[in-house]
């Protein structure tokens, strides 16, 4: 069956760095849209960055932008999200997402907090 598992997640200090990472099985990864999701408490779910199946197109969110880069390996069908510069507004639970036409998986989430 589809699987997302994310993991790397954690509390950090303001400042410092996360990697998170999301390994994946039963569907085919390298053919899927791979993205980063996040919902703090109380707020909507936003998305934090996408990476196309081959890594030629990326996109962030402005909030994130210049502090984190999405990338994947699709021989290990892996995506993951380098965070750097971690700010207490970036606590939230983290999701990975994989997209191809209508067609949606979501891992269950890790929980970031950043906090001194």
């Known amino acids: 069956q589809v699987q997302l598992v994310e993991s790397g997640g954690g509390l950090v200090q303001p400042g410092g760095s996360l990697r998170l990472s999301c390994a994946t099985s039963?569907?085919?990864?390298?053919?899927?849209?791979m993205s980063w999701y996040r919902q703090a408490p109380g707020k909507e779910r936003e998305l934090v960055a996408s990476?196309?199946?081959?890594?030629?197109?990326?996109t962030y969110a402005d909030s994130v932008k210049g502090r984190s880069t999405i990338s994947r390996d699709n021989a290990k069908n892996t995506v993951y999200l380098q965070m750097n510069s971690l700010k207490p507004e970036d606590t939230a639970v983290y999701y990975c997402n994989a997209r191809r036409g209508l067609t949606l998986y979501w891992g269950q989430g890790t929980q970031v907090n950043v906090s001194s």
């Open positions: 990476i196309s199946n081959n890594s030629n197109g990326r």
């Open positions: 039963g569907f085919i990864f390298s053919s899927y849209i």
